[in-house]
């Protein structure tokens, strides 16, 4: 018993000497908390989603904008708020003039139901039908899959690597040739890119052939958006792994990267109708670009133009990320 | 006249709690194999390091063949750690091949696993290997660029007395080839044997630089007796004679043996256990600082 209470004791003091470790321990279930209380929370949920083809809701104008249990998304684009209402994603798409005008996906329950509530408002309403199945949870959540996977593997495979080999003493060795902390950096980057890639594409060429998936755009481009989204997420980890020393502060450090992405990144579910700073802070992460992109090419058959912003800020992300994880490198431990 | 291979000139290195190199000067010519000694925590450990390009020092400067450390330095130098562990699951062939492939020049993979004898090691995951077979490898990865300078930091410590002079006699035939040595050690054994110049580092600074030979010929003109310290009663420490503590004996330096055990005698000192030897760089270092060794 002396000695357990002699190694427990030396345990917590290496502890609560770790101030970083320690400050992360704590953060971290704070910052989860307030994370799900953010996406999950809040009033209660509505029963239909209704596009309204406006800039913006003015409640008090109609009778049917005024309907409880119901939320009303403005949607300034029709095509896009029809291409929502084909796959059924909302439930009624309604323009509020005179007469109003409005679109049914006659294939929706949904649809059906929220119709009814329209007429018993708007008798006068013109309907416009269409027609599109629902899109499978299944196939919404392929992307997400893959893409949390590789966001694992870069950031845990190559945080931890890197700090071992700090830790070990194998960097200072590396350190005392003529290799460069660009050089090494870049060798990891190659190395976990071409580890997730040969993984992705067997998990895609499995799970789409399990589930019976057929991606609507083109597969180059996605190989193109899995490189510069993967190379940005194993540049973050470098961000991390480029310093620091302790496994806890960078487990910790690592977990506060993931698990906001996990929730805010779009891979369970679409964050469409959360709070309007929830979505801005979730597009602040490379993941929800990844997925994104990815759902547009796999789902919709979008083309390079119409990703390309996406593109654009994983290409940035990576050189950002890239430079201040060689700017911080340590080759030795602190 | 020749430039040094390597200029150490008022090096300093301090941490907020300590200084652990204090204006250390010295220069290692060209093929020489140049030892730096001193106790744990002397300040040699980070000199070398300094030296070797990789702690920055606080102010001072290290100059490599006339110019500060840099790439040419980087490609030149081959170094031994006092502790490295290498990448995981690769083999003795492998791990060499790995540094072999870092540097612009340097020798064939198996023309260093010959030099170093790991050629019955060549396909063995390099975790387990024995302590002297991973300094074997160690020091095969350190010359795998055909170095012009060679640092051994403490390069035996923990090492069985086989394996330490099989090690030995790996530097001996370096040594042969003229390559520029720098030795870290805290075995005077292993100093008296390979250095042809030392530095003893006490503190941070230095307390003795020169040939072995010729610093123990300045400082001990002498022989030394050592007694048991249960042999010298404390009354005896009033004569005459210059006595040193050491661990577990006393230590007595003189040039006038006959007179010195005349002395012990007639002070009815037991003089059954009594030994007389040459001095030796263990006995230098306790005659400059006033202290032992510390391992």
Same mark, same amino acid.
């Given at each position: 018993?002396?000695?357990?209470?002699?190694?427990?004791?030396?345990?917590?003091?290496?502890?609560?000497?770790?101030?970083?470790?320690?400050? /992360?321990?704590?953060? *971290?279930?704070?910052?989860?908390?307030?994370?799900?209380?953010?996406?999950?929370?809040?009033?209660?949920?509505?029963?239909?989603?209704?596009?309204?083809?406006?800039?913006?809701?003015?409640?008090?104008?109609?009778?049917?904008?005024?309907?409880?249990?119901?939320? /009303?998304?403005?949607?300034?684009?029709?095509?896009?708020?029809?291409?929502?209402?084909?796959?059924?994603? @909302?439930?009624?798409?309604?323009?509020?003039?005179?007469?109003?005008?409005?679109?049914?996906?006659?294939?929706?329950?949904?649809?059906?139901?929220?119709?009814?509530?329209?007429?018993?408002?708007?008798?006068?309403?013109?309907?416009?039908?269409?027609?599109?199945?629902?899109?499978?949870?299944?196939?919404? !959540?392929?992307?997400?899959?893959?893409?949390?996977?590789?966001?694992?593997?870069?950031?845990?495979?190559?945080?931890?690597?890197?700090?071992?080999?700090?830790?070990?003493?194998?960097?200072?060795?590396?350190?005392?040739?003529?290799?460069?902390?660009?050089?090494? !950096?870049?060798?990891?980057? !190659?190395?976990?890119?071409?580890?997730?890639?040969?993984?992705?594409?067997?998990?895609?060429?499995?799970?789409?052939?399990?589930?019976? =998936?057929?991606?609507?755009?083109? *597969?180059?481009?996605?190989?193109?958006?899995?490189?510069?989204?993967?190379?940005?997420? @194993?540049?973050?980890? !470098?961000?991390?792994?480029?310093?620091?020393?302790?496994?806890?502060?960078?487990?910790?450090?690592?977990?506060?990267?993931?698990?906001?992405?996990?929730?805010?990144?779009?891979?369970?579910?679409?964050?469409?109708?959360?709070?309007?700073?929830?979505?801005?802070?979730?597009?602040?992460?490379?993941?929800?670009?990844?997925?994104?992109?990815?759902?547009?090419?796999?789902?919709?058959?979008?083309?390079?133009?119409?990703?390309?912003?996406?593109?654009?800020?994983?290409?940035?992300?990576?050189?950002? =990320? *890239?430079?201040?994880?060689?700017?911080? /490198?340590?080759?030795?431990?602190? | 006249?020749?430039?040094?291979?390597?200029?150490?000139?008022?090096?300093?290195?301090?941490?907020?709690?300590?200084?652990?190199?204090?204006?250390?000067?010295?220069?290692?010519?060209?093929?020489?194999?140049?030892?730096?000694?001193?106790?744990?925590?002397?300040?040699?450990?980070?000199?070398?390091?300094?030296?070797?390009?990789?702690?920055?020092?606080?102010?001072?400067?290290?100059?490599?063949?006339?110019?500060?450390?840099?790439?040419?330095? #980087?490609?030149?130098?081959?170094?031994?750690?006092?502790?490295?562990?290498?990448?995981?699951?690769?083999?003795?062939?492998?791990?060499?091949?790995?540094?072999?492939?870092?540097?612009?020049?340097?020798?064939?993979?198996?023309?260093?696993?010959?030099?170093?004898?790991?050629?019955?090691?060549?396909?063995?995951?390099? #975790?387990?290997?024995?302590?002297?077979?991973?300094?074997?490898?160690?020091?095969?990865?350190?010359?795998?660029?055909?170095?012009?300078?060679?640092?051994?930091?403490?390069?035996?410590?923990?090492?069985?007395?086989?394996?330490?002079?099989?090690?030995?006699?790996?530097?001996?035939?370096?040594?042969?080839?003229?390559?520029?040595?720098?030795?870290?050690?805290?075995?005077?054994?292993?100093?008296?044997?390979?250095?042809?110049?030392?530095?003893?580092?006490?503190?941070?600074?230095?307390?003795?630089?020169?040939?072995?030979?010729?610093?123990?010929?300045?400082?001990?003109?002498?022989?030394?007796?050592?007694?048991?310290?249960?042999?010298?009663?404390?009354?005896?420490?009033?004569?005459?004679?210059?006595?040193?503590?050491?661990?577990? #004996?006393?230590?007595?330096?003189?040039?006038?043996?006959?007179?010195?055990?005349?002395?012990?005698?007639?002070?009815?000192?037991?003089?059954?256990?009594?030994?007389?030897?040459?001095?030796?760089?263990?006995?230098?270092?306790?005659?400059?600082?006033?202290?032992?060794?510390?391992?």
């Amino acid at each position: 018993m002396r000695r357990l209470l002699a190694v427990l004791h030396a345990r917590n003091l290496e502890f609560l000497r770790d101030r970083g470790t320690l400050l /992360f321990t704590l953060l *971290l279930p704070v910052m989860l908390v307030l994370g799900m209380s953010f996406v999950f929370g809040g009033p209660e949920r509505p029963l239909f989603k209704v596009g309204v083809l406006a800039g913006q809701v003015e409640r008090a104008s109609r009778p049917f904008l005024r309907e409880r249990y119901v939320e /009303f998304i403005a949607m300034p684009e029709r095509a896009a708020a029809l291409d929502k209402l084909t796959h059924q994603q @909302i439930d009624l798409l309604f323009e509020p003039r005179t007469p109003p005008l409005y679109w049914v996906n006659t294939d929706s329950p949904r649809g059906y139901i929220a119709e009814r509530l329209l007429l018993a408002d708007e008798a006068d309403a013109r309907r416009q039908p269409v027609t599109g199945a629902a899109r499978r949870y299944v196939d919404w !959540l392929f992307p997400g899959i893959l893409g949390m996977n590789m966001m694992f593997s870069c950031l845990f495979g190559v945080g931890y690597v890197v700090l071992r080999y700090r830790k070990s003493g194998f960097l200072k060795r590396l350190h005392a040739t003529p290799l460069s902390a660009f050089e090494f !950096l870049s060798a990891q980057v !190659l190395s976990r890119l071409g580890l997730i890639l040969f993984v992705t594409a067997i998990l895609y060429v499995g799970i789409a052939a399990i589930i019976g =998936f057929h991606s609507a755009g083109s *597969l180059p481009l996605l190989v193109l958006l899995a490189v510069i989204g993967a190379l940005s997420m @194993i540049a973050l980890a !470098l961000t991390i792994a480029a310093r620091f020393s302790s496994e806890e502060l960078v487990g910790g450090m690592l977990n506060l990267l993931t698990w906001p992405m996990m929730l805010l990144s779009g891979i369970w579910f679409s964050l469409e109708g959360s709070p309007r700073w929830v979505q801005w802070v979730a597009h602040a992460f490379p993941l929800t670009h990844m997925l994104d992109a990815a759902r547009a090419v796999m789902l919709d058959g979008a083309g390079l133009a119409a990703i390309a912003p996406h593109l654009l800020f994983l290409a940035v992300a990576t050189l950002v =990320f *890239l430079a201040f994880g060689a700017w911080s /490198f340590r080759w030795r431990l602190d | 006249m020749t430039i040094p291979v390597i200029e150490v000139h008022r090096l300093v290195k301090q941490y907020p709690a300590t200084t652990a190199v204090d204006g250390v000067s010295f220069s290692v010519p060209q093929g020489a194999c140049f030892g730096l000694l001193g106790p744990n925590g002397a300040g040699k450990t980070t000199t070398v390091e300094i030296m070797e390009g990789i702690l920055p020092p606080t102010s001072g400067e290290v100059r490599y063949c006339g110019e500060p450390l840099g790439a040419r330095f #980087r490609e030149d130098a081959g170094i031994l750690f006092q502790k490295t562990a290498l990448q995981d699951f690769l083999t003795v062939r492998q791990s060499i091949a790995l540094f072999r492939g870092l540097y612009s020049r340097g020798l064939d993979v198996d023309e260093v696993i010959r030099l170093c004898s790991l050629e019955k090691l060549a396909e063995r995951d390099n #975790r387990k290997l024995s302590g002297g077979q991973q300094q074997r490898l160690l020091l095969a990865i350190a010359l795998v660029n055909d170095p012009k300078v060679l640092f051994l930091d403490e390069p035996t410590t923990g090492l069985d007395p086989q394996a330490r002079r099989n090690f030995w006699q790996l530097v001996e035939s370096i040594k042969a080839q003229r390559k520029t040595i720098i030795l870290t050690t805290h075995y005077m054994e292993e100093a008296e044997l390979l250095c042809d110049e030392i530095v003893i580092l006490d503190r941070g600074r230095i307390v003795a630089q020169g040939p072995p030979r010729r610093l123990l010929h300045e400082h001990f003109a002498e022989v030394l007796l050592e007694l048991p310290r249960q042999d010298f009663p404390p009354a005896a420490r009033t004569l005459p004679l210059r006595i040193l503590d050491a661990r577990d #004996r006393i230590e007595i330096t003189t040039d006038d043996l006959e007179g010195t055990l005349r002395t012990l005698l007639a002070a009815q000192v037991p003089l059954t256990q009594l030994r007389i030897r040459p001095a030796n760089l263990e006995d230098l270092f306790l005659q400059l600082t006033g202290t032992e060794l510390r391992p």
